[in-house]
């Protein structure tokens, strides 16, 4: 068990390393092929950060372990809004001026909207594993062309969120380094954090939806609560409702895109409607005066710690 242990922190330290290399990486890569300063930005905000749940999940579905992936990227959504930007609201209330934010919340509430329709005969089909898919590519092409609307002051803080070096063997480099390390991070929490569940009492399934969660997420709140202690509040909000729709749509339907995905009857009657709640705890906080304040930042961690404890009372009742 503390071998295991040790296996699930490294493999997260790996995960965070690998998850920031291939996030400067992406930014001077893109920058080098023609993008600007703020569509970069853009890009990162979009999903950069996401990287790591991405891994995990392939490499837990790839070695048959549905259960632990399709948790992780639930999970993730709570632990997004409600542990990432508590936080990130603890450090500094998040003002939000980007307009392109408000949109976004109607895409994670259509979203989960539509993975918990897709999912209440017990099963994503294909077809519909195809169909999240496209909606994230049609989110994508969304933030590209709503962007260009944004005050320059935004565009100027989304700039210097991917300022970094565009040399192209240094961000190959990067590339490299972050391949090996989100491998072989990935691998270890896969490997340990099912060892690790099982002997407090927790299947696949709530292992993926807390322990691997909160710890692959672990990049994203780091960044939050870095970026709210400089007033970007922007850069916060995007990066939640980015990696959101990431793993709802991308990472759920790209599993259910490769093959139908089985759907256990307590995840449609629990995790996707709480996922669904959360999403709507955005749009009172977002949708009013678009700021979320320091108490505000509390009550989104009450709402995480309900949830989690929830969760863990009745699975180990």
């Known amino acids: 068990m503390i071998n295991e242990i ?13 998850g920031d290399s291939v996030i400067r990486g992406a930014a001077g890569l893109g920058q080098r092929l023609g993008l600007s300063p703020f569509a970069a930005g853009l890009l990162l905000v979009a999903f950069a950060t996401s990287v790591p749940e991405l891994v995990v999940n392939a ?41 392109l934010l408000a949109a976004q919340i109607v ?8 993975v918990l329709l897709f999912g209440l005969d017990g099963s994503i089909a294909r077809w519909e594993g195809g169909v999240l898919v496209a909606g994230f590519v049609g989110f994508l092409v969304f933030v590209f062309i709503r962007g260009r609307n944004e005050s320059p002051e935004i565009q100027a803080e989304l700039a210097a969120h991917a300022v970094t070096s565009t040399n192209l063997v240094q961000n190959l480099v990067r590339f490299a380094f972050a391949a090996a ?24 399934m709530l292992t993926g939806l807390t322990l691997v ?9 780091v960044v939050a609560m870095i970026a709210a202690s400089k007033g970007q509040g922007d850069v916060v909000a995007g ?13 759920v339907g790209g599993m259910a895109l490769l093959r139908p995905l089985p759907l256990p009857a307590s995840f449609i009657s629990l995790e996707l409607p709480a996922a669904m709640a959360f999403a709507l705890l955005l749009y009172p906080l977002l949708g009013g005066d678009l700021k979320i304040s320091r108490r505000e930042g ?7 710690a309900i949830w989690l404890g929830y969760e863990l009372f009745t699975a180990l009742a």
């Open 6 to 18: 040790g296996m699930f922190v490294l493999g997260l330290f790996l995960l965070l390393l690998g």
């Open 59 to 99: 490499y837990a579905f790839q070695h048959g372990q549905t259960d632990l992936a399709l948790g992780n990227a639930i999970g993730s959504n709570m632990v997004n809004i409600g542990l990432t930007l508590g936080l990130a609201a603890l450090v500094a209330p998040l003002l939000i001026r980007m307009r």
């Open 107 to 114: 895409f994670v509430l259509v979203a989960s909207g539509m």
């Open 181 to 204: 390390l989100l491998f072989f991070g990935s691998r270890l929490v896969v490997n340990a954090a099912p060892v690790i569940g099982l002997a407090i009492g927790m299947g696949p």
């Open 213 to 221: 969660a909160v710890g692959t997420a672990l990049p994203e709140i």
């Open 239 to 251: 990066q939640v409702l980015g990696a959101c729709l990431f793993n709802l749509l991308f990472i």
């Open 298 to 304: 509390g009550w989104l961690l009450l709402a995480f």
